[in-house]
């Protein structure tokens, strides 16, 4: 079974630094894109960014590109998503998927980061 | 960049009842690369419709796609307990360098 299994939920203060992993199994890691999805509370979905395994070739929407760092380790099958300096307004869940013929096929469960003083 | 609009925001409809969604693109979505996803509260989403009419592996045949070009439509032909949640289309035309969201509609109970 493909399954993406997501780190758990944090809280942070602002300026503070973090990095969430999403790990996958039950397929080839480097063969799938792993997208990065933020929901804010009672809001809707927005894409963050992608990156490819195999080469780490990585795209952004233009309004998180600078904000975050996506990145990924084939060898524990696993994708990241990092920031070096929170800021309360990065407060929400964060999902990852796969994506398989262009369009996201499998979501990880979310990770929900607070940042909060 | 494509635009997407659902309508309605929020549909409540008793449970037997058929659910019609609507999603609609600025621009025409390439080859109707055009997905459909499901989350109920508290869930992630999961992908009900890819390529704007065929049905993700496990979805059930009550859950339809159809549309072309910029109308796209999500029907559900006779709503469940479980069916109860928010819906969001997905465009996919400029994988993998970008995807845009809806801004999802709320099935509700009535």
């Known amino acids: 079974e493909v399954q993406l299994v997501q780190s758990g939920a944090e809280v942070k203060k602002p300026g503070e630094s973090l990095r969430i992993s999403c790990q996958g199994s039950?397929?080839?890691?480097?063969?799938?894109?792993i997208a990065w999805v933020r929901q804010m509370p009672g809001k809707g979905l927005e894409w963050m960014g992608i990156i490819s395994p195999s080469d780490f070739d990585t795209k952004y929407n233009p309004s998180f590109e600078g904000q975050v760092t996506i990145s990924a380790d084939e060898s524990v099958s696993a994708a990241y998503l990092q920031w070096s300096s929170l800021k309360a307004s990065d407060s929400g869940m964060y999902f990852c998927?796969?994506?398989?013929?262009?369009?996201?096929?499998?979501w990880g469960q979310g990770t929900l980061v607070t940042v909060s003083s | 960049e494509i635009v997407l609009t659902q309508s309605p925001g929020t549909l409540s409809l008793p449970p037997g009842e058929r659910a019609t969604l609507s999603c609609r693109a600025s621009e025409t979505v390439r080859g109707n690369y055009l997905a459909w996803h499901q989350q109920k509260p508290g869930q992630a989403p999961r992908l009900l419709i890819y390529?704007?009419?065929a049905r993700a592996t496990g979805i059930p045949d009550r859950f339809t796609g159809s549309g072309s070009g910029t109308d796209f439509t999500l029907t559900i032909s006779r709503l469940e307990p479980e069916d109860f949640a928010v819906y969001y289309c997905?465009?996919?035309?400029?994988?993998?360098?970008?995807?845009?969201f809806g801004p999802g509609t709320r099935v509700d109970i009535k």
């Open positions: 998927a796969r994506m398989s013929l262009g369009f996201f096929t499998t």
């Open positions: 039950g397929y080839t890691f480097r063969t799938y894109w």
């Open positions: 997905q465009d996919y035309s400029s994988s993998p360098q970008g995807f845009t």
């Open positions: 390529g704007a009419s």
